[in-house]
Every structure is written in C-alpha cells, then in structure tokens.
C-alpha cells in the first residue's frame, strides 16, 4: 500500500511538472523561467533545491556520529552560501542579465575562461546528483522489502525526475519545488512531533543529545583540528557559490528584490530545518536504542526509514516518505537541469554559434538526457559511497577551480584574464597535488587549492600581461514581457 501510495505520488509531481512545461517557449523560459518568479517561489526553489538527500538522510548520520562539528559543511557551510549569494552577488548578477553563471565568465575573461569554468562547474554536478539518485534507490529498496533492487531503484527514480525536467526546464522545477516544499516541511514537522512524543517529549530528546556531547560544534583548540574544520566549512559555503543552480534561482526572479532576499531567507530557512532530521536521529537512539547502535554500524542512512518503518504507524510512513520524495526529487531535478544548460550555452554553442533558439533548446532537452544517464551510470558505480560525502566532495572542485575568478572578478577592477587562468591552474593543480600527495593528510587540499589560486590570481593579474581577453558580444536573453 505504501509503495502504491509513493507510485501516485511521483506520478502526481510528473502530471504538475508537464502542465507547467506548458510556459516553455525558448532557451530563456526552459533554463531561467523567463524572469518571472515572484519572491515566495524563489525562497521555496532554493530551499528545495538544498534541502535534498543528504540533509534528510546524510545529516542525520553523520550528526550523530560526530555531532554538529561534523556537519559544518552541511547544513552550516550550505546555508551560509545562500546567504552570501544574496548578499554579495546576487544583485550584481541579476543586473548582467545572463542565462548561465559561465556567461559572466565569459563576459568577464573570455572564451578560455568561460569553457574551462564550465567544465569544472559541470564535473562538479556528479557527485551531488548521484547522492540524490542513491538516495532514490534505497527509498525504493526500503519501501519493497528488498523486492526493487537499489540499483533498479536508481533507474526509476531518475525516470520519474526526467519526465518533467526534460520538457519543463526550470518551469516544472520551481513549479514542483513549491508543491513538495509543502509537503517536506508539513510532513518531517509533523513526524518531529510524534517522534518526540514517542521518546517521553522533546526535552528528553534534547537532554539526550547535550548528555552525548552531540552539540559540540567547535573543534579542539589545536592547529590540525581547526584548519581542517574550517577547511570543511569554506567547501560548500564558498564552492556553491560559482554553480549554476544557485544562480538559476537567482536569474528566474522578477525583479531584484527578489533576486536578493530570496536566498538570503531560503539559507536561513535550511539552516534551522535541517535540525529537524537531527532531532529524529537522536530521537530514534531513545525509541529504539538497540537497533540504531547495530544500524549505525552498518548503515547510518538508513536510520530515519528504518524508524519510520517499524515504529510509527501508516499515516506517519506516508508523510515521511512523501517528505524524502520531495527532498530529493527537488534537488535532483535543479541538480539534472544545471549541467546540461552549462553545456549548451557555454561549450556546445563554442562550435555552433549559429543555431537557432529553437535548436538551442533542442539541444537542451538532449543533454539533460545525456546527462542523466551518465548520472545514473556513475551512481551504479559508486554504490556504497555515503551520500554526505558525495555531496561535500563535489564542491571542492569548483572551490578551488571557479570561485577566485568570480570573487575577483566581481570585486577587483584590475582582475585579468590571465590571473583567472593562473587562478584555475594553480588552484585545480595544487588541490590535485595535496590529494595525491601524504601532504594532503596534513593541510586540506581544498584549502591549499583556494590559497594558491588567489596567488595566481594576484601573480597574474598584477604582472605583465600576456594574455587578452577574448570575450565575444553577450546574446540577449528572449524574455516574453508577459
């Protein structure tokens, strides 16, 4: 009955998802919803967009491993991006009017910039959708009792996301975002309650979780310990930053008020939700303490399900599941959309400069598809990584590869396209050395890599120049004035 449930359930987001594939006429309407999303929809898409997997599954775990220190990447590092998006770039980018956040590289630094920007951005992608394709999977692995294989999972969860996605753009996705926000926060909020009724009330809970030390968040005052800690904070605070899907939601507002606020209020909003698995994951170690310590060994993710299962009736399974659905699907369906307007925009239009706006959007539509099959190729592959370091392992690279040449360039006037190469050089090639080498198990690699490119940033830039900007005129954007 419950997988039935969930069935019509992602048939339901398919059916809203398509009548909203409706407003899309050109390459505008399908990668930015034309400009025209009023403020409450830009908070909703970018709180869905974040509030994926790892928050409801990934967290959770590693929470209650090592308490809140250990998830400073996410929620704390994640929220925080938002919120400086809407403080810091939020506005100047809207004012550019740009489909893609490579474009501003492009207008920026040049042709040589804007594709090695967009590689970076796009690899990037990987390992944040694969964790919500996981996540896919064993939701429906759960929910048959071993009958729908993790694997076969993946393939339908990504079916069902494609559906929509492919012919909708960013149309079906915010349109879908509004609906399973709804469903995400009434549903875990609901769930919290009884939860915390059934461990003997909230305070108990919280009590339980001071008694562990579960809400130190600082690290030990030593030298090892804080810089990889702040480290880990900088990684998804400052590499979300330079990535598609942030600025999308920025770029899909209608004005720039909304532009601005709508982050701002979405990363707060994430920030205090997240605590909400987290207290269940606590609560579960008081409901069923036993079981939790043998699933914490085994698999942490699978906790909350595994509680939500066994220990709450029906109507409390619907909502949960109904939750984690929305979560996903939400952040899977940005996540599949960014990537694939990247590459046609940015690296497709390199060698067809001439396509029509019709054909753009054709090619579009064919990369998404491309995109998720290769997604779900290397989610199948990586089978048994946990979702929360999928997901914090993907922003290292445009950390070290793509914020300095934003940052700089937004901010510097003297910034040049040669300190923006220096700066993707030196950042990607230092990070990849401090991986491979024992020194990386010392000084954070994605700490090493940020430092060195904002050397070759300052280097480039300020010595003299032998590389010129070859920037080509920017493409107004087709936006319906209704």
């Known amino acids: 009955m419950l997988l039935t449930l969930v069935a019509a359930y992602l048939l339901l987001t398919i059916a809203i998802g398509l009548y909203a594939a409706r407003r899309v006429k050109n390459t505008t309407d399908f990668a930015i919803a034309g400009r025209h999303l009023p403020l409450f929809m830009i908070v909703t898409t970018t709180f869905a967009t974040w509030f994926g997997s790892e928050t409801v599954l990934g967290i959770p775990a590693k929470f209650i491993e090592g308490g809140l220190g250990s998830v400073v990447e996410d929620p704390f590092g994640a929220g925080t991006c938002l919120i400086l998006v809407g403080l810091f770039f939020a506005g100047k980018l809207y004012r550019m009017t740009l489909l893609t956040i490579s474009d501003y590289y492009r207008e920026r630094y040049g042709r040589v910039v804007e594709v090695a920007c967009s590689l970076i951005i796009m690899l990037s992608y990987l390992g944040w959708v694969s964790a919500q394709v996981t996540a896919l999977g064993l939701v429906f692995n759960v929910l048959s009792a071993g009958a729908i294989s993790v694997a076969m999972g993946m393939v339908i969860g990504v079916l069902s996301i494609l559906a929509y996605t492919l012919f909708g753009g960013m149309w079906s996705v915010a349109v879908t975002d509004f609906i399973q926000m709804i469903i995400l926060v009434v549903g875990l909020a609901v769930i919290a309650v009884f939860a915390g009724q059934m461990a003997g009330g909230a305070d108990k809970v919280v009590a339980f979780a001071v008694s562990k030390d579960l809400f130190k968040f600082w690290p030990e005052p030593n030298y090892k310990d804080m810089v990889f800690f702040f480290a880990a904070a900088i990684t998804m605070m400052l590499g979300s930053i330079p990535q598609q899907d942030v600025f999308q939601r920025v770029m899909s507002a209608n004005n720039v008020k909304a532009a601005t606020r709508g982050p701002v209020i979405g990363g ?18 008081l409901i069923m303490p036993e079981q939790t310590a043998a699933l914490l060994k085994d698999d942490p993710q699978k906790v909350l399900p595994t509680l939500v299962l066994e220990k709450m009736p029906f109507v409390m399974q619907v909502l949960f599941f109904g939750a984690l ?42 990369t998404v598809l491309v995109f998720s099959a290769a997604v779900l190729a290397y989610s199948i592959r990586m089978q048994g990584t946990p979702i929360y370091e999928l997901v914090s392992g993907a922003y290292q690279v445009p950390l070290v590869g793509a914020f300095v040449p934003l940052v700089c360039g937004l901010y510097w006037k003297r910034a040049t396209t040669q300190g923006a190469i220096a700066a993707v050089m030196l950042g990607i090639g230092t990070w990849l050395l401090f991986l491979a080498m024992p020194w990386g198990t010392a000084f954070p690699p994605q700490l090493a890599g940020v430092l060195a490119a904002f050397v070759g940033m300052a280097a480039g830039s300020l010595a003299p120049q032998w590389v010129v900007n070859t920037r080509t005129p920017h493409r107004p954007l087709m936006v319906d004035p209704a």
């Open 325 to 366: 659905l929305s979560a996903i699907k939400s952040t899977a369906s940005a996540t599949l959309l960014a990537p694939s307007v990247t590459f046609t925009e940015n690296i497709w239009r390199q060698f067809h400069p001439a396509g029509t706006d019709r054909e753009n959007l054709r090619t579009m539509r064919v």
């Open 268 to 285: 707060v909003a994430y920030i205090l939700f997240a605590f909400v698995p987290m207290f269940l994951v606590a609560s579960a170690l």
